[in-house]
């Protein structure tokens, strides 16, 4: 079978989803990121849309790069006419794409209900706007939007816009399944008639596909015609109006597995999802396949001690994707648990040990009293290995945040916050006077300045930690009562780790959270641990 072309289109169809916007850097680094990973085409964006300028923008900085991923520019048939006179081809000649994707409507129905167009107009505007795209140079995708619907309803002329836009030089027949509700079996039959109708009448355009994930079968939908079609669009972590698009990610996996070439170099998929749902906004979901967090995950005791044994629960190579195994601790994995999370930091731990079996045993106890308070952490190494520390390794706390005092507003005009702290380093550390710092932003970030400020002369390597990210999220419901968690992300060294805090005060679970983090660099640099990732 032939090498797949997949289409990267998060920075165009991925922002259809819920709450995800990209300005023109973002858009430059999606592209950047796809042409990394080994995308051959990557969508930018929709020239003539809300965000047109930003898309523009995006194009005439990437004209200045040296690109292997060929950039797609996106629009949609003409609206009027003469297509020399529409507005939105013309947004698309001014990207200085070579490449351009149209959109348009593959179904009878769909095109006299939302536009109102006979059907036999919509077939004048599909052969009028390639044909004018083709006269300008370009070689056009054409997207036959609603085609496995409108084939459903009506395939004689499903076929005809097809043979239409094929007829006036598109250089790819894409076939969407817009609504994302089609079953893998229709899929496979319509798909498998359009390439064989299209051939009886001498028609051997290449054939894409666009799907959506709705039913949750665009992957699935997508491995059932792979024997038809050349070009697989998606995007990389799924994003995509209502449910999302295919996901390329997990399409990737299963291709590996069915032996069949794409292209990609999948040992930076994990790391580019991460990315790409950064610039996105979101976090990557932890199990998402193949590259989240627990994908290779285990935290039944159970599995755990089969693993330890040489028994797989893996269904391949984490190490592929850019990811590992991982022992998630908690108190649902028994000393197996323990002993296996231990060694991914390079401990070996002596079972017959008095003081290991207790350490081991108050470990446990302080796993399930931080799972009834919401700190979900088995996901954090960095807080793993503090757990270690403590009760363990007989590491020294270091320092801790005794007393604090925060007041933020905005009583300005701009948001202002100050940090009031007594800070005690070492287990008997002297009672020191309150430090306080006061910052243009908000509370995390004066108590992260703060921290660093008065520890780094004791402890320089905290000049190299800084501060990546911070989410807050619900911890334990209970009216108000209830607890909130903040996990904060570090950088350092290179590495990037997480650390959580749980409190009902949002701004101490803040604190708890960096003074951990800090605590995690430093440990590290005196007693060495291998790299948490």
Excluded at 6 to 19: F, I, K, N, V, W
Excluded at 164 to 173: E, F, H, I, R, S
Excluded at 235 to 250: A, D, K, Y
Excluded at 480 to 506: C, M
Aim: aromatic share 8%; with cysteine; net charge positive.
């Amino acid at each position: 079978m032939i090498q797949k072309e997949l289409y990267e289109c998060t920075a165009r169809d991925g922002e259809q989803a819920p709450g995800v916007s990209f300005s023109a850097g973002d858009r430059v680094k999606i592209v950047r990121l796809n042409d990394a990973l080994g995308f051959p085409y990557t969508e930018v964006g929709y020239p003539s849309g809300t965000n047109g300028p930003e898309v523009m923008k995006a194009f005439r900085e990437l004209r200045r790069m040296d690109l292997k991923t060929k950039l797609v520019a996106f629009g949609s048939t003409s609206k009027v006419e003469n297509p020399a006179e529409d507005a939105n081809l013309a947004a698309l000649l001014k990207t200085g794409a070579k490449y351009v994707a149209i959109v348009g409507k593959a179904s009878a129905e769909q095109a006299l209900v939302q536009f109102g167009a006979h059907p036999s107009d919509n077939l004048r505007r599909v052969r009028h706007s390639i044909d004018f795209l083709k006269q300008n140079g370009k070689k056009v995708i054409f997207d036959g939007e609603h085609f496995y619907d409108g084939y459903k309803g009506d395939s004689e002329y499903s076929l005809k816009v097809l043979e239409a836009a094929a007829n006036a030089g598109a250089d790819t027949l894409v076939l969407c399944d817009t609504n994302g509700g089609t079953l893998t079996e229709d899929i496979r039959e319509i798909t498998r008639k359009t390439y064989d109708d299209l051939r009886g009448v001498g028609i051997d355009t290449p054939l894409g596909i666009h799907f959506h994930n709705d039913s949750g079968l665009a992957v699935a939908n997508a491995l059932s015609v792979l024997q038809y079609v050349t070009q697989i669009q998606g995007t990389l972590s799924g994003f995509g109006e209502r449910v999302g698009n295919l996901n390329l990610t997990t399409l990737i996996g299963n291709l590996d597995k069915m032996g069949v070439k794409h292209g990609i170099r999948t040992r930076k998929l994990r790391t580019a999802n991460e990315d790409l749902c950064r610039l996105a906004g979101v976090d990557l979901p932890t199990n998402r396949s193949f590259v989240g967090y627990t994908a290779f995950g285990h935290k039944g005791g159970i599995h755990i001690h089969g693993v330890k044994k040489g028994v797989s629960y893996e269904h391949t190579d984490p190490t592929r994707y850019g990811n590992k195994r991982r022992i998630l601790m908690s108190h649902l994995g028994g000393t197996s648990a323990i002993e296996a999370a231990a060694t991914q930091f390079g401990i070996v731990l002596d079972k017959d040990d008095s003081a290991t079996k207790t350490g081991i045993r108050r470990l446990q106890v302080a796993l399930a009293d931080r799972q009834r308070q919401g700190f979900r952490a088995e996901q954090s190494t960095a807080e793993n290995y503090l757990l270690f520390a403590q009760y363990l390794l007989k590491q020294p706390v270091l320092f801790e945040i005794k007393r604090k005092h925060y007041e933020t507003g905005d009583l300005t005009g701009k948001e202002e916050s100050s940090a009031l702290m007594e800070i005690v380093v070492g287990k008997k550390g002297k009672k020191d006077d309150m430090k306080k710092i006061e910052v243009d932003g908000g509370p995390i970030h004066a108590s992260f300045k703060l921290l660093k400020r008065e520890l780094v002369h004791k402890f320089p390597e905290l000049r190299r930690v800084h501060l990546d990210d911070y989410s807050v999220s619900m911890a334990r419901r209970d009216e108000e009562r209830s607890s909130v968690r903040t996990e904060v992300v570090f950088k350092y060294n290179g590495e990037r780790y997480r650390t959580v805090g749980v409190d009902p005060n949002i701004l101490f679970s803040g604190a708890e959270a960096l003074v951990k983090g800090l605590r995690y660099a430093a440990l590290r640099h005196r007693y060495g641990t291998r790299q948490m990732g």
